[in-house]
Nanobody, 122 residues
Framework: EVQLVESGGGLVEPGASLRLSCAAS????????MAWFRQGPEKERTLVAS????????YYAPFVQGRFTISRDNAKNTLYLQMSSLKADDTAVYYC???????????????WGQGTQVTVSS
């Protein structure tokens, strides 16, 4: 059974940092392209960042450039999203996603996690 389990969300103040994790199982993680999407209140789900399989360009959405860093640990089957300088606009449910092909903003996704809530508020 394929599972993507996100963790690390929570309530933080503007300017704070947070690290999300996504533990993957049930598929060949190292052979899959991985990504983080988010969906804010009354907004569409949007690609935040994608981590390619090996030595391939990584995509970041313009609204997180320089603030978020995506990384993966293939030995641990885990995807991470380090978020810093968080803003109220970053409030959303963050989803982990996996695909056997490169992930860009409109790419089809094979597997989704259940999401983890990030709320940025003072």
């Amino acid at each position: 059974e394929v599972q993507l389990v996100e963790s690390g969300g929570g309530l933080v103040e503007p300017g704070a940092s947070l690290r999300l994790s996504c533990a993957a199982s049930g598929f060949a993680f190292r052979n899959y392209y991985m990504a983080w999407f988010r969906q804010g209140p009354e907004k569409e789900r949007t690609l935040v960042a994608s981590a390619q399989v090996m030595n391939s360009p990584t995509y970041y959405a313009p609204f997180v450039q320089g603030r978020f860093t995506i990384s993966r640990d293939n030995a641990k089957n885990t995807l991470y999203l380090q978020m810093s300088s968080l803003k109220a606009d970053d409030t959303a449910v963050y989803y982990c996603a996996a695909s056997p092909t490169i992930i860009m903003p409109t790419s089809p996704i094979s597997y989704w996690g259940q999401g983890t809530q990030v709320t940025v508020s003072s």
